[in-house]
């Protein structure tokens, strides 16, 4: 069954972040969905989304105008051998594979205008936070800043940004979800019921990055002291937070996914050019 290029997406591997690419394409645009997956339950969940769902990688990529690259990293070599290049040929190419780069991506898929992309889980409600790395702007790229919006927030970066953005922003829901977890428990441990507990920490998170955003002149610190008092309840909490180094422990966290982040790119750049030396 043939549609029309330009009315149609793959979305190659339907993983988590890419059933969420699939969910929100299929509720807010007219476009047609390719989903491709190796599992059967994979390509069942897709299809229950209303994608068309099968293992051909080739076709979906032949039949579409724009194809979303949601394996993971060390799966491209294979993703490469099981499509022809001339399907690549003309067709928006959107990677959203930690690591690897633009140039690699190039190399890979030559005669496609490619992108290199890293969203978050967050794209499964429409609120992911999506870096683009910064490749030329013109009327491709404003397609494919169109096309992500509709995941939530986009953001043109230098590409050097892509491996710090994905251990902040890529990686971040998980971190965000023990940090609520952990405070969520710490209410359970004082007395309070354990479902109340939870939805007082996220009305409090979402509260919160609503106010930051309507004071971004200010730095988080400012309403830090607002909030404290002398003697008061969230001075002695903060003391504990100080005392267990808790701010250094999460800025670590974010160093070191990002550095993991560049650490798959070296791995996987090398394989994938010698995968393209294979051909």
Known sequence: MTYNHHST????GSGKIGLAFVKQILQKTSYRVYA???????????????????RDNNLAVRESGIVVIAVKPFHFPQLLSEVEPESWKGKIVVSLMAGVKLDTLRAAIPGARVFRAMPNLN???????????????????????????IFGKVYWVPEEYL????????????????????????????????????????????????????????????LRD??????????????????????AVLMKMVEEASRRSREIGEEINLKILEKIRQR
């Open 123 to 149: 794209s499964y409600v429409g609120f992911s936070s999506t870096a683009v790395a910064e490749n030329g702007y013109d009327d491709t790229s404003r397609t494919v800043e169109e096309f992500l919006k």
């Open 36 to 54: 491709t997956g190796r599992r059967s339950e994979t390509l069942k969940a897709a299809e229950s989304l209303g994608a068309l769902a099968l």
């Open 226 to 247: 607002d909030v404290t008092t002398p003697a008061g309840t969230t001075i002695k909490g903060l003391m504990v937070l100080e005392s267990g180094g808790v701010k």
């Open 163 to 222: 491996d710090i953005w994905t251990g902040l922003a890529g990686s971040g829901p998980a971190f965000i979800a023990e940090i609520i977890d952990a405070m969520a428990m710490g209410a359970v441990a004082a007395g309070m019921p354990r479902e109340l507990s939870y939805e007082a920490v996220l009305d409090v998170l979402e509260g919160t990055a609503r106010l930051l955003r309507s004071r971004l002149y200010q730095h988080p610190g400012q």
């Open 9 to 12: 997406v793959a979305v190659l």
